[in-house]
């Protein structure tokens, strides 16, 4: 089945809209704090499509994402009673757990860690402004951690260009159902290791 593929190609043509840059803002932003998708499923086409742009669409994602992750951190410290039922209804409930034991253990290293992780990062934003961590440290480990991660992909994409895209098409729907399987397979490990 060539779901992926056809994902890639409708990505590929967002990348190219006029409006893009504003799409890939609002996708970092959502993610950091509620929404599911990460955001790197528009950075790595746009920056394949514009590579011209790849360093400054990086820049963008980070400070969107960062923004975001200050707006759930935001929701732990002062709207956490409201989006606990979400959390227990959509899954995210004992990663949630699993995020606030590793701030009392690690701290700053989690929010700088967070942004590599397959937790997504809104359970770790959310999960600080709960715990009370900083504010400054917060933020800082947001913008290394995240801009890390996203100026890595950009990067690859950069110095991959078209070779890149020709191994993309070829592989998608290959990767991306392997993707799944990894993702399942984590989440069923998890849940064994916590029970």
Avoid: C
């Amino acid at each position: 089945m060539r779901l992926f593929s056809r994902l890639y190609e409708m990505v590929l043509r967002w990348a190219g809209h006029r409006h893009a840059a504003w799409y890939l803002g609002g996708l970092s932003f959502a993610e950091s704090s509620f929404f599911p998708i990460p955001p790197d499923v528009m950075l790595a086409p746009m920056a394949l499509a514009r590579r011209e742009k790849a360093w400054s669409y990086a820049m963008l994602t980070t400070i969107t994402s960062v923004i975001g992750g200050v707006f759930g951190y935001l929701i732990g410290v002062f709207a956490f009673e409201l989006i606990e039922p979400w959390l227990h209804q959509f899954g995210y409930w004992d990663r949630f757990q699993m995020a606030v034991e590793w701030f009392k253990v690690w701290g700053f290293w989690v929010i700088f860690l967070a942004g590599f992780s397959p937790i997504p990062y809104k359970v770790f934003t959310i999960s600080a402004g709960t715990v009370g961590m900083a504010f400054l440290p917060f933020v800082l480990a947001s913008i290394i951690g995240r801009g890390a991660r996203f100026f890595l992909v950009a990067g690859l994409i950069w110095w991959g260009g078209e070779r890149m895209d020709r191994v993309l098409r070829s592989y998608i729907d290959r990767l991306g159902w392997i993707f799944i399987a990894v993702a399942i397979v984590i989440y069923i490990i998890v849940n064994v290791v916590q029970t």
